[in-house]
């Protein structure tokens, strides 16, 4: 597990802005990671996680649209955001303080067979994205603290506990354990274009080829396609790359060669369009 230092984790620039962000991970949790940040200026441009997030504000307020709505969430509460499901984020007044985790599907789904005592269909859903539950911030809060490397005292054991013990309430909470696997389907035009992006995410596209695809004009095809993914086009194609890119880092590939694969004009792009999304920058992701 690699922590990263505000001073190594920021540019100049989010310093000035009294931007801070610890970013690290825990593999042996299929891959966990772990934001502690705090965000004065710095706004999340709209997109999607294959993780769930799962954040804890411990001062001001952050706001986020999700679910076709805006969300407000503040200390004593917890937000859940599902993976894939389209979101942003940025401060509400003069800033806020949260931790985050990011857990995957797949560690989500086991907990909550645990919980259910028996195979589930697919992970764990939540109806609900802001939990009014100042227990369970609380305990988000010691939890991510326990986990983080800071806490030199703190054993594997412990902390393994602590997680598992902290999931376990959320889900019981808050989960929906039934609730059928959200469909990722549309119209066979769009469902098309969407392969076709995934598929050659290091070429340009040109949008009068991708319509002509979707069988429909330029117009009514940026349309449908928001309508059906929550993203224009050209950010659903930046958020497929920044996937890849996070793929390409934890390989170990360098931010120049992953900005070259995934379709970056150069480092420097990839920087802005990763940090906007992940609130750290590719440098510091690959370090972590």
């Known amino acids: 597990m690699t922590v990263i230092s505000p001073e190594l984790s920021l540019d100049p620039d989010q310093r000035v802005a009294g931007d801070v962000t610890h970013f690290w991970r825990v593999p042996r949790h299929r891959g966990l990671e772990c934001l502690r940040a705090t965000f004065r200026r710095h706004a999340y441009a709209r997109h999607s996680h294959e993780t769930y997030a799962i954040a804890a504000v411990l001062s001001g307020c952050e706001t986020f649209f999700y679910r076709g709505e805006q969300h407000y969430v503040g200390p004593g ?154 993203l224009t086009p050209h950010a659903y194609l930046l958020d497929r790359r920044v996937r890849a890119a996070r793929r390409l880092l934890e390989r170990g590939e360098t931010p120049g060669e992953v900005a070259l694969a995934c379709g970056f004009f150069d480092q420097s792009h990839l920087n802005r369009v990763f940090k906007a999304r992940m609130g750290i920058t590719p440098g510091a992701y690959r370090v972590a």
């Open 77 to 230: 509460q917890v937000a859940v955001v599902c993976p894939d499901e389209i979101h942003d984020g940025s401060p509400h007044g003069e800033g806020f303080e949260y931790r985050t985790f990011y857990p995957s599907a797949e560690l989500m789904r086991e907990i909550a067979e645990d919980v259910a005592g028996r195979p589930l269909a697919s992970p764990p859903w939540f109806p609900r994205t802001v939990l009014p539950d100042p227990e369970l911030a609380r305990a988000h809060a010691r939890l991510h603290a326990c986990l983080c490397l800071d806490d030199v005292l703190t054993s594997e054991m412990e902390q393994d506990t602590r997680l598992i013990a902290y999931l376990s309430v959320l889900i019981a909470r808050w989960a929906d354990l039934d609730a059928p696997a959200p469909l990722r389907t549309g119209s066979k035009g769009i469902v098309r274009v969407r392969e076709h992006l995934e598929a050659h995410l290091g070429q340009e596209a040109e949008l009068a080829s991708l319509a002509a695809m979707a069988g429909l004009s330029r117009s009514h095809f940026i349309r449908a396609f928001q309508r059906e993914t929550g």
